[in-house]
């Protein structure tokens, strides 16, 4: 039997909404029982993995902080393979400062090597202004994901994807995004378990992000229906994933074997 590796993204997926999405919590019992290896995804920029483990708790999901992989996370790891104990200036929360320290990486606003956009709920104008001409002094630009906007309670806030665009119209310059669709974050979250990309599922609720990186990195692909997608929006990309299922509890008891069932 093939022995699966899982990469599941949080939101839409395991939460939503800040509740868990039921039988969540069986599938990673279910998991942890058969010691399968998996990651916990997220192009959040702005949490640490210990912030998001502590977030999962309060969901009633134990996810251990190893088993959580940031847009931040694979940045940090992207910079340090291009360019070890560089330097940055960071737009971001501390998500992402904390993932490039630990990669060695020094945060300055003299000269640096990067301009790192991330998450942030309090963008400034200054450091924006900052950014952009760092980068006209040469600085490369890098953003942790291209996601336009992010909830709140309040309504929809502009995010990465949209302040990333402010700036390469005001420099000329385009960023790197690290974070999903980019299958790096695939591979790089592949990297940190050791295992390959040929037994290995993406589950996740959005075609343009989860299923796309996914295809690209060449991972089966699994689709929610507990999310942003539904079987008519899935429909209208010129790309499908290896199955569609309603949510995450219908893998429940066929982790070992999910496509024996007829999962398709």
């Given at each position: 039997?093939?022995?699966?590796?899982?990469?599941?993204?949080?939101?839409?997926?395991?939460?939503?909404e800040?509740?868990?999405v039921?039988?969540?919590?069986?599938?990673?019992a279910?998991?942890?029982?058969?010691?399968?290896a998996?990651?916990?995804?997220?192009?959040?920029?702005?949490?640490?993995?210990?912030?998001?483990?502590?977030?999962?708790?309060?969901?009633?999901?134990?996810?251990?902080?190893?088993?959580?992989?940031t847009?931040?996370?694979?940045?940090?790891?992207?910079?340090?393979?291009?360019?070890?104990?560089?330097?940055?200036?960071?737009?971001?929360?501390?998500g992402?400062?904390?993932?490039?320290?630990e990669?060695?990486?020094?945060?300055?606003?003299?000269?640096?090597?990067?301009?790192?956009?991330?998450?942030?709920r309090?963008?400034?104008?200054?450091?924006?202004t900052?950014?952009?001409?760092?980068?006209e002094?040469?600085?490369?630009?890098?953003?942790?994901?291209?996601?336009?906007?992010?909830?709140?309670?309040?309504?929809?806030?502009?995010?990465?994807?949209?302040?990333?665009?402010?700036?390469?119209?005001?420099?000329?310059?385009?960023?790197?995004?690290?974070?999903?669709?980019?299958?790096?974050?695939?591979?790089s979250?592949?990297?940190?378990?050791?295992?390959?990309?040929?037994?290995?599922?993406?589950?996740?609720?959005?075609?343009?992000t989860?299923?796309?990186?996914?295809?690209?990195?060449?991972?089966?692909?699994?689709?929610v229906?507990?999310?942003?997608?539904?079987?008519?929006?899935?429909?209208?990309y010129?790309?499908?994933?290896?199955?569609?299922?309603?949510?995450?509890?219908?893998?429940?008891?066929?982790?070992?074997?999910?496509?024996?069932?007829?999962?398709?």
């Open positions: 039997m093939t022995q699966w590796t899982y990469l599941t993204d949080m939101d839409g997926v395991l939460v939503h800040e509740h868990m039921p039988g969540a919590d069986e599938f990673l279910e998991l942890r029982a058969s010691d399968t998996f990651l916990v995804l997220t192009n959040n920029s702005i949490y640490t993995p210990r912030d998001l483990r502590a977030r999962l708790l309060r969901s009633g999901l134990d996810v251990p902080e190893e088993r959580i992989w847009s931040a996370l694979a940045t940090a790891k992207f910079l340090d393979s291009q360019r070890p104990g560089g330097s940055a200036f960071v737009i971001g929360e501390a992402l400062t904390t993932a490039l320290h990669a060695g990486y020094v945060l300055t606003d003299r000269d640096p090597d990067y301009v790192v956009l991330g998450e942030t309090t963008y400034s104008f200054t450091a924006i900052r950014a952009i001409r760092m980068i002094a040469g600085a490369k630009f890098i953003a942790t994901n291209p996601d336009p906007t992010g909830p709140s309670l309040e309504g929809l806030l502009p995010a990465t994807g949209s302040i990333a665009a402010l700036i390469e119209r005001a420099t000329g310059r385009s960023p790197y995004f690290v974070g999903k669709p980019n299958p790096l974050m695939m591979r979250a592949l990297n940190t378990l050791g295992v390959h990309s040929e037994h290995t599922l993406m589950i996740g609720d959005r075609m343009d989860d299923v796309h990186s996914g295809i690209e990195a060449g991972l089966k692909t699994i689709l229906l507990t999310g942003i997608s539904t079987k008519e929006s899935a429909e209208r010129p790309y499908r994933p290896t199955a569609v299922i309603d949510s995450i509890a219908d893998l429940v008891g066929r982790t070992q074997d999910p496509f024996s069932s007829g999962l398709v």
